[in-house]
């Protein structure tokens, strides 16, 4: 049962989401195909009150269920906003391959897939502090369930989707690693 200060909670995680979605995702055209579902109000905020990964795992498969049983005109994708548990990266980046298995498990795999975005995302090969880490860096751990038709279509409608990790690189050093910083506090500021 869920009280007034969770509702609460609830209310300010999913804005400092929207902001980042919003201001970074969309305002820096890191992702071209997000626009047009966020306005049309097509995505699922969930936000997981998990504490522990089994607890995660059950939201997970849950919100799998309801993504794929949803009519796509309505929900297109889903973010699992999940702020009290896989806080670590590395942790968070382990349970990814949870995900994986529980696609296969649950006969998803090639039906829906699992973008990964968290406050400390590193990509593989470079450091910490690489400002190129940021293209993947949100307010709170979370995992991006989207639908691979959907996925598929966008991709055949964008004339060069292999420039759009090229040009988020770009993006990234040209706003500036001081710039970016500054966006990420001012989102944890309407998490309070």
């Not at 420039?163 to 706003?175: D, E, L, S």
């Amino acid at each position: 049962m869920s009280t007034a200060k969770d509702e609460i909670f609830e209310k300010n995680v999913i804005a400092a989401t929207t902001a980042w979605l919003e201001n970074m995702v969309i305002g820096l055209n890191l992702c071209p195909f997000a626009k047009a579902i966020h306005v049309k109000k097509q995505i699922r905020f969930a936000v997981s009150m998990a504490v522990d990964c089994n607890s995660l795992l059950a939201d997970f498969r849950r919100e799998l269920t309801l993504l794929v049983a949803a009519n796509p005109e309505e929900t297109e994708s889903t973010l699992i906003i999940h702020p009290a548990v896989l806080g670590e990266f590395l942790e968070y980046n382990d349970f990814l391959g949870v995900c994986d298995g529980e696609l296969e498990e649950m006969e998803l795999d090639g039906i829906v897939q699992v973008a990964s975005f968290h406050p400390a995302y590193q990509f593989a090969g470079t450091k910490a502090d690489d400002v190129t880490n940021f293209t993947n860096r949100s307010p709170y751990p979370t995992l991006h369930l989207l639908r691979e038709s959907s996925v598929s279509r966008a991709v055949a409608q964008f004339p060069n989707v292999e420039g759009i990790y090229k040009a988020n690189v770009a993006t990234m050093r040209k706003v500036g690693k001081t710039q970016l910083e500054r966006m990420m506090v001012d989102w944890l500021k309407l998490r309070q």
